[in-house]
C-alpha cells in the first residue's frame, strides 16, 4: 500500500494534469454558459419563462481520456525506473484517477444543489443541474459523473497502454474493429427495423441505470488495461 501511495504521490506532482486542467475546464465552460444566457437574456424583450439548460459540464470528462493517455505516458517509464510494479503502478494510478473523479463529482454536485436553491442563478439558467441526470437525486447525479469521468480516463489510458504494448498498428487496428462492430451493429438494426425500439431504450434509460452500466464497462477496461500493462515496454 505504501508503494501505491508513492505512485499516487508520483501522478500528482503535476497537479495540473489532474486537477487544475480539468478543473479550468469547467469552470470556463461555466462562465462562457453564463455568459451565452446574458446575452440571451437581454436580447429579448419578453422575459424567458421557460428554464435553459447547458451541455458544457461534458467539456472536462472529454478531457480525462486524454488524462489517462498522460497517465501513462508521462509517469510509466519514470515509475520502472524507480522499481515500481506494474500491478502497482496501475493500482496507484487508478486510485488517482478515481479521486480526482469525485473531487469532479462532487463539484458537480455543490454546483447542482446551489442552481437548484437559486432556480437557476436567479434567470433560470442551468449548467450544472440537467434533470435528467438528477432525476433520482443527488447521489445519483454523483455517480452518474463520477463513472463518465472514471469511464473516459480508462479509455484513454487503455488505448495509450496498447500502443505501448503492441504499437501504432495495433492500436488502429483495435480502433478501426471498433468502427466496424458499431457499423455493422447499425446495419442489423436497420435490416430488423429495430430503430425505433433503441430510440425508445435510450429515452426511457435513467441516468442511475446509466452510470451503473457505465461503472461494469469501466471494470473490463480496467481489467483489459492491466492485462496490456504487464507486458509493456517502458
Keep these: ?87 502497482e503502478f496501475f493500482s496507484g494510478t487508478v486510485l488517482t484517477a478515481a479521486g480526482t473523479s469525485l473531487v469532479l463529482a462532487v463539484t458537480y454536485l455543490v454546483g447542482g444543489l446551489i442552481e437548484r436553491a437559486t432556480d437557476g442563478w436567479g434567470f433560470n439558467g442551468y449548467f450544472f443541474y440537467l434533470p435528467w441526470i438528477w432525476e433520482h437525486g443527488a447521489l445519483s447525479a454523483a455517480l452518474f459523473y463520477f463513472a463518465a469521468a472514471m469511464l473516459a480516463f480508462l479509455i484513454g489510458f487503455l488505448g495509450a497502454t496498447i500502443y505501448k504494448r503492441f504499437g501504432l498498428l495495433w492500436l488502429l487496428v483495435v480502433t478501426i474493429g471498433l468502427v466496424i462492430v458499431l457499423v455493422a451493429a447499425a446495419f442489423l438494426i436497420s435490416v430488423f427495423g429495430s430503430w425505433v425500439g433503441v430510440g425508445e431504450a435510450f429515452a426511457n434509460a435513467n441516468a442511475l441505470y446509466v452510470a451503473l452500466i457505465g461503472l461494469g464497462v469501466a471494470v473490463v477496461l480496467a481489467g483489459a488495461g492491466y492485462l496490456a500493462l504487464r507486458r509493456a515496454i517502458p
Design 1 to 87: 500500500m505504501n508503494r501505491t501511495a508513492n505512485v499516487v504521490r508520483m501522478q500528482l506532482v503535476n497537479r495540473q494534469t489532474f486537477v487544475g486542467l480539468p478543473l479550468l475546464i469547467l469552470f470556463a465552460a461555466f462562465a462562457i454558459t453564463l455568459a451565452i444566457y446574458g446575452i440571451i437574456i437581454f436580447s429579448v424583450s419578453d422575459p424567458i419563462e421557460e428554464p435553459m439548460y447547458s451541455g458544457g459540464t461534458q467539456a472536462p470528462l472529454w478531457y480525462f481520456a486524454i488524462v489517462g493517455i498522460q497517465a501513462l505516458n508521462l509517469t510509466f517509464p519514470f515509475s520502472q525506473a524507480m522499481s515500481v510494479t506494474r500491478r
